[in-house]
């Protein structure tokens, strides 16, 4: 098959979306920082192509996390430091709202294959980096691991979120460890001096 008959299929894929401007705006999100990290290097020097690929990839963790998401498969997810210290994730899923409108098949499988195989590309990166010692390329490598593994596990922890098992979408076991606060580290600073004092 020719590379124009792929195409032609792929198009007619995206017309098939309930929203195919966005799948396409979101397709492109996650494959515009992939090229410009491969291709970028022959038209600007690193520290451009880092901060290009840099806003590409926060551009596309933006538009995955609150716009894509919400309208391509009906999730959404935010962290959330509560009042009482506890750092939490936060959901809102369609399985909130049933019997809501139906997910379009075409939209929820190509979001998450999107979702699933973009850090796998990055981690193949990082390994190339890790093999050919790139180190400042592996710098960039990692904003990118973390980006899109940070979005798509909040979305598969989205995915997987009951909403009857908490009705605030605040799951216990999707919680930030807590970092002490700079009191605390002031206390523990105080009692470091009192047994310096002491011997």
Not at 10 to 32: C, D
Not at 67 to 80: E, F, N
Not at 127 to 140: N, Q
């Amino acid at each position: 098959m020719a590379v124009s008959d792929h195409i032609k299929n792929f198009y007619n894929t995206i017309l098939k979306s309930s929203h195919p401007l966005l799948l396409a705006a979101h397709l492109a999100g996650k494959v515009a920082p992939i090229l410009f990290y491969i291709l970028g290097s022959l038209v600007l020097g690193f520290t451009p192509q880092f901060i290009v690929c840099v806003l590409l990839l926060a551009q596309d963790f933006y538009l995955t996390k609150n716009i894509s998401g919400r309208r391509l498969v009906q999730l959404r997810w935010w962290y959330d430091p509560s009042s009482e210290g506890i750092r939490a994730f936060i959901f809102e899923s369609y399985k909130q709202y049933a019997p809501g409108p139906p997910i379009n098949p075409i939209d929820s499988k190509l979001f998450w294959w999107s979702m699933y195989v973009t850090p796998l590309v990055w981690c193949v990166f990082a390994i190339l980096c890790v093999i050919r010692f790139k180190l400042f390329y592996l710098l960039l490598v990692l904003v990118g691991v973390v980006l899109t593994g940070w979005n798509t596990y909040g979305f598969h922890c989205c995915e997987k979120w009951d909403p009857s098992h908490d009705e605030n979408g605040n799951d216990s076991w999707f919680q930030m460890p807590s970092i002490p606060g700079l009191d605390n580290i002031y206390r523990l600073a105080s009692i470091q001096n009192f047994f310096r004092s002491s011997s």
